[in-house]
């Protein structure tokens, strides 16, 4: 069974880099089938799509974020990565990783979701 | 941007009733569009996609219909664990979701 697990940084300042990782387990982040996806949610808000990666390290943000924004993969931790800089208050949220498929995708496997919360 | 909006944004039933939910694209986006049921302090689970496509392991009282610019999701039979909030998400363009309906127990 596919798993998605975040972790990181729960408290960055403001103007810092926020840096999660989400490892997966149970599958392969090698398979061309597969994209891989950060989505992000305020607290008591909706839910905002920030980007993804396939395994070829080929990448597609969304075009609100894409200066700040930054998604990595490691095969050989079967990880992906996210990094957002110069983060504001606007950037506290819960932030899930998503397994999608290949463009056009929905998400079928998400993480559990880890709360970053930017204050001084 | 495609913008998506749900209808309504809080539903109150009971047990039993078959509700409809509504979202609405800013353009058409075909039939590129999902559905998901987040609880409380839960990440969303998808439910429907491709517009009326039901995911291996959900229950068929969930349905969806729609293509274009409108879309439904019915649940045709409220149980206990159906009281959650539903959210409709376009991937035909970038990816976008609509803001959400909370449906509450009556």
């Known amino acids: 069974q596919l798993q998605l697990q975040e972790s990181g940084s729960g408290l960055v300042k403001p103007s810092q880099t926020l840096s999660l990782t989400c490892a997966v387990s149970g599958g392969s982040i090698s398979s061309g089938a597969y994209s891989w996806s950060w989505i992000r949610q305020p607290p008591g808000k909706g839910l905002e799509w920030i980007g993804y990666?396939?395994?070829?390290?080929?990448?597609y943000y969304n075009p609100s974020l894409e200066s700040r924004v930054t998604i990595s993969i490691d095969r050989s931790k079967n990880q992906f990565s996210l990094k957002l800089i110069s983060v504001t208050a606007a950037d506290t949220a819960v932030y899930y990783c998503a397994r999608g498929v290949t463009a056009p995708t929905y998400f079928a496997f998400w993480g559990h979701g880890t709360l970053v919360t930017v204050s001084s | 941007d495609i913008q998506m909006t749900q209808s309504p944004s809080t539903l109150s039933a009971s047990v039993g009733d078959r509700v409809t939910i509504t979202c609405r694209a800013s353009q058409s986006i075909s039939s590129w569009l999902a559905w998901y049921q987040q609880r409380p302090g839960k990440a969303p689970k998808l439910l429907i996609y491709?517009?009326?496509s039901l995911e291996s392991g959900v229950p068929s009282r969930f349905s969806g219909s729609g293509s274009g610019t409108e879309f439904t999701l019915t649940i045709s039979s409220l149980q206990p664990d159906d009281f959650a909030t539903y959210y409709c998400?376009?991937?035909?363009?970038?990816?976008?979701f609509g803001q959400g309906t909370k449906l509450e127990i009556k």
């Open positions: 491709k517009a009326s």
């Open positions: 990666i396939y395994h070829t390290g080929s990448t």
């Open positions: 998400q376009q991937y035909s363009r970038d990816y976008t």
